[in-house]
């Protein structure tokens, strides 16, 4: 199927390049636009408490305004706030909100915001809209803090803008450009790299160009799907399409380049090398991109719908990537023949591999040796594990000089943590009868005497009376573990417990959502990775028609992402003293080292079934794949993962956990996994690795070499 494939691309490449622009620039065209959702549904299913709360609020207090932001004011020397002082906050925010900044509702004040130890003052900054994180609010909060500065200049005070809307300007400002950065560090690793190993300007910016144009289709087919079919997309995902896409985009150019260099080498015609290539390496290939994309689907099966959005829309970037790596690669190189390597003549003379010969001896000649070592090291990193603590509070990643940051900590020297974002607890009663003054006096006592709560707020009762809402300020921050622990067990509890006969209590807010999300998360470690690997495992028998070789192969991808999860774990967490990592890693460090780097298992595992059909024994098949792959996968492992170690640039410490976790994962499958454990087991088992499908010596005969004369033949 894959030479019918080959040779058609090859043989009409006009008619594969043409079809290919066609489509991406009537996708780019036609396609929808991929738009920003702050729905809470992306995120929690209706089960879970907080989004049934959430509901609750929109039915019952449809006009309850929580700040986006807060204006935290205090004295220049620390000192307590003076009558004066109180009177000048109260007169700046009332000029604040005189200037009627878009987005901004109202800048509010008022006797109680002034912290019982009299040196903190509050300003509420109410928005018109209820996503705190909307870019136009975001915009409004960097406006009143430039509109504030000039207002403190005749006053003893100084001022700091915190809370959600703030943090979010500041996280913004400290990423910077991300995409664009990912963007460029991608395209000069590709450009670099390819020219450092084919030394050939057109192989360094062609699959720059064919990515790019695969890009355009696979944003206009997810946008299509989105608007068609249902499936939730945002822009959010076109960050990481960017990685998915020019991640294995050019692994899998490098694939089908490297075996074709080989066949030219071996005295083939150009056009007849790129047809033996794509049939050769076109199952493997497919196989690579069908682990992936089952990895990818296996999203659908998570709680959260952040996940759910991600999965489809990755897979059929993937998809879109396989199918111009089998058509669109083949008819641009077709075109070119030999001249793609121009000005190199390398492609004429076999390479000494060295390197990779000496690699692929070791692992043939002390298998035993070879995989106990690297089968220890990866289990030692995979300790680290055990410590792994999730940390939800995003804020804790951003660097400390930001005003949000520092704004929040002075606030704390006034008031609770949790006075930033309170947490929000609802009475319902069940029956048509109102709540009754004397229950909702006790149920709101029951909620202070919780360890951890500071205060709780008077009920402020519906209008029918049937529904009632608390206010509860939290000891601990707001999005922090000891919060969330808080939420989900004893504040929680107390309030189910201590509900009125005949109703119910919930507990919502930002808090309660992060102790939902965290059920979920867990839920969903337990659902996704086993379905996902059992699928992987299929494809591989499938590709290898063996029960064997998928076992060993799946046990040491399971033990590659132990130890990347481990040795981020220790280099952030412990040695960094960190009180947790992000909370998505594991499912990061899922999608981009067990999932891509299986790409580099797949294809060390293939040439090694390869070899052995041709008759040689599992030392020398060994040795022999191994040279033949280092190069290959060193290159593309190398491209990836320096694209995403650009991330450690970044001044968050959640891009520095997520740019080394990923960075060092796929060196880890590439250099470790793929080029050494995996070639040493199958050694060690030999003929067994294949059981029960393939014999040594069963496979089909090599395609006979053909001579450069013959490429003015027809093909």
């Given at each position: 199927?894959?030479?019918?494939?080959?040779?058609?691309?090859?043989?009409?490449?006009w008619?594969?390049?043409?079809?290919?622009?066609?489509?991406?620039?009537?996708?780019?065209?036609?396609?929808?636009?991929?738009?920003?959702?702050?729905?809470?549904?992306?995120?929690?299913?209706?089960?879970?408490?907080?989004?049934?709360?959430?509901?609750?609020?929109?039915?019952?207090?449809?006009?309850?305004?929580?700040?986006?932001?807060?204006?935290?004011?205090?004295?220049?020397?620390?000192?307590?706030?003076?009558?004066?002082?109180?009177?000048d906050?109260?007169?700046?925010?009332?000029?604040?909100?005189?200037?009627?900044?878009d987005?901004?509702k109202?800048?509010?004040?008022?006797?109680?915001?002034?912290?019982?130890?009299?040196?903190?003052?509050?300003?509420?900054?109410?928005?018109?809209?209820?996503?705190?994180?909307?870019?136009?609010?975001?915009?409004?909060?960097?406006?009143?803090?430039?509109?504030?500065?000039?207002?403190?200049?005749d006053?003893?005070?100084?001022?700091?803008v915190?809370?959600?809307?703030?943090?979010?300007?500041?996280?913004?400002?400290?990423?910077?450009?991300t995409?664009?950065?990912?963007?460029?560090?991608?395209?000069?690793?590709?450009?670099?790299?390819?020219?450092?190993?084919?030394?050939?300007?057109?192989?360094?910016?062609?699959?720059?160009?064919?990515?790019?144009?695969?890009?355009?289709?696979?944003?206009?087919?997810?946008?299509?799907?989105?608007?068609?079919?249902?499936?939730k997309?945002?822009?959010?995902?076109?960050?990481?399409?960017?990685?998915?896409?020019?991640?294995?985009?050019?692994?899998?150019?490098?694939?089908?380049?490297?075996?074709?260099?080989?066949?030219?080498?071996?005295?083939?015609?150009?056009?007849?090398a790129?047809?033996?290539?794509?049939?050769?390496?076109?199952?493997?290939?497919?196989?690579?991109?069908?682990?992936?994309?089952?990895?990818?689907?296996?999203?659908?099966?998570?709680?959260m719908?952040?996940?759910?959005?991600?999965?489809?829309?990755?897979?059929?970037?993937?998809?879109?990537?396989?199918?111009?790596?089998?058509?669109?690669?083949?008819?641009?190189?077709?075109?070119?023949?030999?001249?793609?390597?121009?000005?190199?003549?390398?492609?004429?003379?076999?390479?000494?591999?060295?390197?990779?010969?000496?690699?692929?001896?070791?692992?043939?000649?002390?298998?035993?040796?070879?995989?106990?070592?690297?089968g220890?090291?990866?289990?030692?990193?995979?300790?680290?594990?055990?410590?792994?603590?999730?940390?939800?509070?995003?804020?804790?990643?951003?660097?400390?000089?930001?005003?949000?940051?520092?704004a929040?900590?002075?606030?704390?020297?006034?008031?609770?943590?949790?006075?930033?974002?309170?947490?929000?607890?609802?009475?319902?009663?069940?029956?048509?009868?109102?709540?009754?003054?004397?229950?909702?006096?006790?149920?709101?006592?029951?909620?202070?005497?919780?360890?951890?709560?500071?205060?709780?707020?008077?009920?402020?009762?519906?209008?029918?009376?049937?529904?009632?809402?608390?206010?509860?300020?939290?000891?601990?921050?707001?999005?922090?573990?000891?919060?969330?622990?808080?939420?989900?067990?004893?504040?929680?509890?107390?309030?189910?417990?201590?509900?009125?006969?005949?109703?119910?209590?919930?507990?919502?807010?930002?808090?309660?959502?992060?102790a939902?999300?965290?059920?979920?998360?867990?839920?969903?470690?337990?659902?996704?990775?086993?379905?996902?690997?059992?699928?992987?495992?299929?494809?591989?028998?499938?590709?290898?028609?063996?029960?064997?070789?998928p076992?060993?192969?799946?046990?040491?991808?399971?033990?590659?992402?132990?130890?990347?999860?481990?040795?981020?774990?220790?280099?952030?967490?412990?040695?960094?003293?960190?009180?947790?990592l992000?909370?998505?890693?594991?499912?990061?460090?899922?999608?981009?080292?067990?999932?891509?780097?299986?790409?580099?298992?797949?294809?060390?595992?293939?040439?090694?079934?390869?070899?052995?059909?041709?008759?040689?024994?599992?030392?020398?098949?060994?040795a022999?794949?191994?040279?033949?792959?280092?190069?290959?996968?060193?290159?593309?492992?190398?491209?990836l993962?320096?694209?995403?170690?650009?991330?450690?640039?970044?001044?968050?410490?959640?891009?520095?956990?997520?740019?080394?976790?990923?960075?060092?994962?796929?060196?880890?499958?590439?250099?470790v996994m793929?080029?050494?454990?995996?070639?040493?087991?199958?050694?060690?088992?030999?003929?067994?690795?294949?059981?029960?499908?393939?014999?040594?010596?069963?496979?089909?005969?090599?395609?006979?070499?053909?001579?450069?004369?013959?490429?003015?033949?027809?093909?």
């Amino acid at each position: 199927m894959f030479g019918r494939i080959g040779r058609a691309a090859v043989l009409r490449p006009w008619l594969t390049i043409a079809a290919w622009i066609v489509a991406a620039v009537a996708l780019a065209a036609l396609a929808p636009q991929l738009k920003s959702t702050g729905d809470q549904a992306d995120f929690l299913p209706s089960h879970y408490e907080s989004v049934q709360a959430a509901e609750v609020q929109e039915r019952a207090f449809p006009q309850h305004e929580q700040p986006a932001a807060i204006a935290v004011f205090q004295r220049s020397d620390g000192g307590k706030l003076t009558a004066a002082d109180k009177s000048d906050v109260a007169g700046i925010s009332s000029r604040l909100q005189a200037l009627g900044i878009d987005h901004v509702k109202r800048v509010e004040t008022n006797e109680q915001a002034v912290s019982p130890n009299g040196r903190i003052a509050l300003a509420s900054v109410v928005a018109t809209v209820e996503d705190p994180y909307d870019p136009e609010l975001v915009d409004a909060v960097e406006e009143l803090r430039a509109e504030a500065r000039p207002l403190l200049k005749d006053t003893e005070l100084k001022l700091g803008v915190t809370g959600q809307a703030a943090s979010a300007l500041d996280s913004q400002e400290a990423s910077g450009d991300t995409d664009a950065m990912i963007m460029s560090a991608t395209l000069v690793l590709i450009v670099v790299l390819l020219l450092l190993i084919f030394r050939s300007p057109l192989i360094a910016v062609l699959p720059v160009l064919i990515i790019g144009l695969a890009f355009m289709v696979a944003t206009g087919l997810i946008a299509t799907a989105a608007e068609l079919g249902g499936l939730k997309a945002d822009n959010s995902i076109t960050a990481i399409l960017i990685v998915v896409l020019f991640g294995v985009g050019t692994d899998y150019i490098l694939f089908l380049l490297f075996r074709h260099r080989e066949q030219l080498r071996s005295g083939q015609a150009p056009k007849q090398a790129m047809i033996t290539a794509v049939t050769l390496v076109g199952e493997t290939i497919a196989s690579a991109a069908g682990a992936v994309i089952v990895a990818f689907m296996a999203l659908l099966l998570s709680t959260m719908g952040m996940l759910r959005t991600m999965g489809p829309s990755l897979a059929i970037s993937v998809a879109v990537a396989l199918l111009a790596g089998l058509t669109l690669v083949p008819a641009v190189f077709s075109l070119l023949g030999t001249k793609a390597y121009w000005p190199s003549k390398s492609w004429r003379a076999e390479p000494k591999h060295v390197l990779a010969g000496r690699v692929g001896s070791l692992a043939s000649r002390r298998p035993g040796a070879v995989a106990a070592v690297t089968g220890g090291v990866l289990a030692v990193l995979s300790v680290g594990v055990l410590g792994f603590r999730a940390e939800f509070d995003m804020n804790s990643s951003l660097p400390q000089n930001l005003e949000s940051v520092r704004a929040m900590k002075d606030m704390e020297r006034g008031f609770s943590a949790g006075q930033s974002d309170p947490t929000t607890v609802y009475l319902e009663r069940d029956g048509g009868s109102a709540l009754t003054a004397s229950e909702l006096k006790a149920f709101g006592a029951e909620l202070v005497k919780v360890e951890g709560v500071d205060t709780a707020s008077p009920a402020v009762p519906g209008q029918d009376g049937r529904v009632a809402r608390y206010s509860v300020v939290l000891e601990h921050n707001p999005s922090g573990s000891k919060a969330i622990e808080l939420v989900a067990g004893p504040l929680r509890d107390t309030a189910h417990r201590a509900a009125p006969e005949g109703s119910e209590a919930l507990v919502g807010g930002t808090t309660a959502v992060l102790a939902d999300i965290e059920t979920a998360v867990s839920h969903d470690y337990k659902v996704v990775f086993p379905v996902a690997g059992a699928a992987i495992m299929l494809i591989l028998g499938l590709l290898l028609r063996s029960v064997v070789a998928p076992l060993y192969l799946m046990l040491s991808v399971a033990l590659g992402f132990g130890a990347t999860l481990g040795a981020t774990v220790w280099l952030f967490q412990n040695s960094q003293g960190k009180d947790g990592l992000l909370f998505t890693l594991p499912v990061i460090v899922y999608l981009f080292v067990v999932a891509i780097g299986t790409d580099y298992n797949i294809l060390m595992v293939a040439r090694l079934r390869e070899e052995i059909e041709q008759g040689r024994s599992p030392r020398e098949a060994a040795a022999r794949a191994v040279a033949r792959c280092v190069p290959t996968i060193g290159a593309a492992s190398v491209i990836l993962a320096g694209t995403f170690g650009v991330l450690m640039l970044a001044e968050s410490s959640m891009l520095q956990q997520m740019g080394f976790a990923v960075a060092f994962g796929i060196l880890l499958t590439a250099f470790v996994m793929a080029m050494l454990l995996v070639p040493a087991l199958t050694t060690l088992l030999g003929r067994r690795a294949w059981w029960p499908g393939h014999k040594v010596g069963s496979g089909p005969e090599p395609a006979p070499a053909r001579t450069r004369d013959e490429d003015r033949t027809p093909v």
